[in-house]
């Protein structure tokens, strides 16, 4: 059996953020190894159909959950509406994020309330919830999905990196608290993925696939999952990108300043 694989239909995963993206590439390859799935993000008409497409084309059960997981209830919420439906989590994959590009001083207050929330409070409570009932039934795995922005505290990433470093830091420390009840944890660091999440149009999005500063959800994915079945605490997908974190740890601060002019007109 190939890593991972499970006798079909025998276990079960969450997926957040699954409608695109790497969230799609998640469900989609835990479908393959044989896993029910809960798919769980805002759209309904796209986890429709992504639910549709992996029933016909894996055979599994797909339920489709729509949830807005950016407030302060939604992980209490969300895993009381699965014990009532009397499904457990085996694989819980904490996908679902969003992107803000902005100095601070210009970000909405409730952009930076949704982020932090949806980062931070929702993945730590979902993570709390479903680990505890999994280390009962005798283990399982949580996968975070972080970010390479994490070493990079750069204008106008401050948000978004902060709150992806607080879960990356979360994730290692959780991941040893867990270890001895056979929950395993790993938080997953990409760079930039060719996705919507950046506002990149895809004619970009394929310029920097070619230019391999973008790396592809499925690659990311199958990198997370790997990682993920064999137990690591922390991983960076493109080994490519490890070599570049004392670079952007210790930019110049007239580097900085010119990044920060360069990028200024791509604030919002």
Request: charged share 20%.
């Amino acid at each position: 059996m190939r890593r991972g694989e499970v006798l079909k239909g025998s276990k079960r995963a969450l997926v957040t953020g699954a409608s695109t993206g790497i969230g799609r590439q998640y469900a989609e390859q835990l479908a393959a190894l044989g896993y029910n799935l809960i798919v769980v993000c805002r759209t309904e008409s796209l986890l429709e159909e992504l639910a549709a497409e992996l029933r016909e084309r894996y055979g599994v059960e797909v339920v489709v959950h729509v949830k807005d997981l950016a407030t302060m209830t939604a992980a209490e919420e969300l895993f009381a509406w699965t014990e009532q439906e009397g499904m457990k989590v085996d694989v819980l994959i904490n996908n679902a994020g969003m992107f803000s590009f902005c100095d601070i001083a210009n970000t909405p207050a409730e952009r930076i309330k949704r982020t932090i929330t949806l980062h931070d409070v929702t993945n730590t409570l979902l993570c709390q919830l479903y680990g505890n009932d999994m280390a009962e039934r005798g283990g399982g795995y949580i996968l975070n999905m972080s970010s390479f922005s994490i070493w990079m505290p750069f204008p106008g990433l401050s948000l978004y990196s902060a709150s992806k470093a607080y879960l990356k830091s979360f994730s290692v420390a959780y991941a040893k608290e867990m270890r001895d009840k056979k929950v395993y944890v790993t938080a997953v660091c990409p760079g930039g993925i060719a996705t919507d999440l950046y506002g990149l149009t895809k004619h970009w999005q394929g310029i920097g696939l070619k230019l391999h500063a973008l790396s592809t959800p499925k690659f990311c994915a199958r990198r997370g999952l790997n990682s993920l079945w064999r137990k690591r605490k922390c991983i960076v997908p493109d080994w490519w990108m490890r070599l570049f974190i004392p670079f952007c740890l210790l930019l110049p601060r007239f580097a900085m300043n010119w990044l920060r002019g360069f990028t200024a007109k791509w604030q919002k």
